[in-house]
Antibody, heavy 120, light 112 residues
Framework: QVQLRESGPGLVKPSETLSLTCTVS????????WNWIRQPPGKGLDWIGN???????NYNPSLQSRVTISLDTSKNQFSLKLSSVTAADTAVYYC??????????????WGQGTEVIVSS | DIVMTQTPLSSPVTLGQPASISCRSS???????????LSWLQQRPGQPPRLLIY???NRFSGVPDRFSGSGAGTDFTLKISRVEAEDVGVYYC?????????FGGGTKVEIK
């Protein structure tokens, strides 16, 4: 079955760029949308943005100026870059597949999440 | 942005008893294509979220039938007919009708 796994540094210094990769295994990336979501400690879920298999992206306006999501279907990966990070960006970062088949438009598969701490 | 408001914040429930969670959106979630993209997710302690319900009332594969969703427009409800110990966790509603996608603040289900 399809699985997602986030990877990247667990510690990032303030003002630097957070870079994470989500590796998709067990299936193709084609014909799905690929999302990043984060969860600050003890808080709820925040959508960061997504990328369609076509390469089109959508970002949360609250982060748009600092976010880039890219896709590498040859490696079955998609990536998140968040620039100029502050302590407020400390969170568990999840990648998730958005399944629009049969009109679902729901996040049916999630990675386990990776914790990123922003600290000097 | 569409604001999703969940109530209650916490729901202590006796095993075997029902639980109900409400989710209200700040504007209608009916998409221009006529569908309503409201889903429910469960997050058990220390786990990633898991999809339970999509498009208001459709149970995702493998989800027990004690979970059901209902509602329309701006008001939605997730019901657990008989709470089991494995249902402990935080439940989120989420809308995918309009960007940015948004989540409710979460409702914690715990056993009395």
């Amino acid at each position: 079955q399809v699985q997602l796994r986030e990877s990247g540094p667990g510690l990032v210094k303030p003002s630097e760029t957070l870079s994470l990769t989500c590796t998709v295994s067990g299936g193709s990336m084609n014909n799905y949308n690929w999302n990043w979501i984060r969860q600050p400690p003890g808080k709820g879920l925040d959508w960061i943005g997504n990328i369609y298999y076509s390469g089109n992206t959508n970002y949360n306006p609250s982060l748009q100026s600092r976010v880039t999501i890219s896709l590498d279907t040859s490696k079955n990966q998609f990536s998140l870059k968040l620039s100029s990070v502050t302590a407020a960006d400390t969170a568990v970062y999840y990648c998730a597949r958005e399944n629009w088949h049969y009109g679902m438009y729901a996040f049916d598969i999630w990675g386990q999440g990776t914790e990123v701490i922003v600290s000097s | 942005d569409i604001v999703m408001t969940q109530t209650p914040l916490s729901s202590p429930v006796t095993l075997g008893q029902p639980a109900s969670i409400s989710c209200r959106s700040s504007q209608s979630l009916v998409h221009s294509d006529g569908n309503t993209y409201l889903s429910w997710l469960q997050q058990r302690p220390g786990q990633p979220p898991r999809l339970l319900i999509y498009k208001i009332s459709n149970r995702f594969s493998g989800v027990p039938d004690r979970f059901s969703g209902s509602g329309a427009g701006t008001d939605f409800t997730l019901k657990i007919s008989r709470v089991e110990a494995e249902d402990v966790g935080v439940y989120y509603c989420m809308q995918a009708t309009q960007f940015p996608l948004t989540f409710g603040g979460g409702t914690k289900v715990e056993i009395k």
